[in-house]
DNA sequence: TATATACCTATTGACATGGTAGGTAATTAG
DNA sequence: CTAATTACCTACCATGTCAATAGGTATATA
C-alpha cells in the first residue's frame, strides 16, 4: 500500500529469527511448528526459510527429526543483514545500490546528500542492533 | 525494484520544490519550464504538481504568464511533508500507519519496539530537514 | 519400508508504480 | 473578441513486485 513499508519477507524473516533464537534449544525445529506457532502459511514460510539457509543465517536438516537452527549466538546476527538478505539493500535511491552506474547528474545533485545521510542513517541504525537485542527490548536512547 | 527506494513521485516533487525556490523569484513558473530544466516528462510531471497544488505546498495559475510558485520560504518547507504528501506516511509497518487498527498481536510483539524506533528515527530526520537545509546542503552532523 | 522433513520449480491474483493520451477551464496578450 | 497559453481533469495502460499457492523431489531417520 504505502512505499515506506518493510516487506513481509523481511518482518517475517527477524520473526522467524526469533521464533527460533527462543525455540531452538540444541534440536532443529520444523518448518511446521514456526509456521503454527507464527500464524504463517507453510508454503509462504518455506521460500523465506530459503532464503535464510541461502544466505547462511540458517542450518537446514531434512528427515525425520529435521528442521531449521541458527548458524549463530543471537548476538552474533544484525538485523541489517536479516533486512537486507530478505528485502535487498537499504539504498534509497539507485544511485546509491551497490553495483551503482555513476549518475550524470550526480555533481549538481541537490537531493544526493539528503539520500546519502538518509541511508546512512538507517543502514548505521540497523547495523547496531543485534537479534538479542531485539529480544530483549534493547534500543540505543 | 527494490522497497526501500524512495519513489520517483516524492524525488521529483523534492527536485521540483528545490527548482522553484531557485527559479521563481517574483513570478509564476510554467510547468513546461520546470520539466525541460529537470528532464522530468511534463506528463508524468503534471500528476507530481497536481499533488503538491492540493496539499497546499504550491499555488497555480492558469492562463497566460501563469505557473506554479512556493506558498511559503523554502525554510519553512520540511522534507518530510513533501515526501509524505507525494508518498505517503512514513510508517514501516501496517500497525503503525495513522488510521491503524490495533494488532491482536501488539502486547507479546517483539518486533514492534523495532519498527516503532527505527519509525521514529525516519520522521525525525526528514522532519528537521528543510528546503533550504538541502539548498544549502545542511545536514545534521 | 514408511514417515517426516527440507528443498525445488512453476504459477497465480492483486496491486502499485511509472508513464501516456486527450480533453476542459481559465486567464491574458494582442 | 479572439487566439494563445497555461493549469487542471479523467481515464487508461504496461510492467513489475509482492504475497501466496500447488505439486513434486530428495534426504534422513525410526
Redesign the interface.
Given at each position: 500500500?504505502?512505499?515506506?513499508?518493510?516487506?513481509t519477507k523481511a518482518?517475517y524473516a527477524?520473526?522467524v529469527m526469533?521464533d527460533l533464537a527462543q525455540n531452538q534449544e540444541n534440536n532443529y525445529v520444523p518448518l511446521k511448528e514456526i509456521a503454527k506457532r507464527q500464524e504463517i502459511s507453510e508454503k509462504y514460510l518455506e521460500t523465506i526459510l530459503k532464503l535464510l539457509v541461502k544466505g547462511g543465517l540458517l542450518t537446514g536438516l531434512r528427515g525425520k527429526g529435521g528442521g531449521y537452527r541458527l548458524t549463530r549466538l543471537p548476538q552474533d546476527y544484525t538485523?541489517r543483514e536479516i533486512i537486507e538478505l530478505t528485502?535487498?539493500?537499504?539504498?534509497?535511491?539507485?544511485c546509491l545500490?551497490p553495483d551503482a552506474s555513476p549518475c550524470c547528474r550526480k555533481d549538481n545533485c541537490?537531493?544526493l546528500?539528503?539520500?546519502e545521510?538518509?541511508h546512512a542513517?538507517?543502514t548505521d541504525?540497523?547495523n547496531r542492533?543485534t537479534l538479542l537485542d531485539?529480544?530483549h527490548?534493547n534500543?540505543p536512547s
Amino acid at each position: 500500500m504505502v512505499h515506506f513499508m518493510i516487506s513481509t519477507k523481511a518482518r517475517y524473516a527477524l520473526r522467524v529469527m526469533i521464533d527460533l533464537a527462543q525455540n531452538q534449544e540444541n534440536n532443529y525445529v520444523p518448518l511446521k511448528e514456526i509456521a503454527k506457532r507464527q500464524e504463517i502459511s507453510e508454503k509462504y514460510l518455506e521460500t523465506i526459510l530459503k532464503l535464510l539457509v541461502k544466505g547462511g543465517l540458517l542450518t537446514g536438516l531434512r528427515g525425520k527429526g529435521g528442521g531449521y537452527r541458527l548458524t549463530r549466538l543471537p548476538q552474533d546476527y544484525t538485523v541489517r543483514e536479516i533486512i537486507e538478505l530478505t528485502e535487498g539493500p537499504l539504498a534509497p535511491v539507485a544511485c546509491l545500490l551497490p553495483d551503482a552506474s555513476p549518475c550524470c547528474r550526480k555533481d549538481n545533485c541537490l537531493s544526493l546528500p539528503l539520500w546519502e545521510n538518509y541511508h546512512a542513517l538507517i543502514t548505521d541504525f540497523f547495523n547496531r542492533i543485534t537479534l538479542l537485542d531485539v529480544i530483549h527490548g534493547n534500543y540505543p536512547s
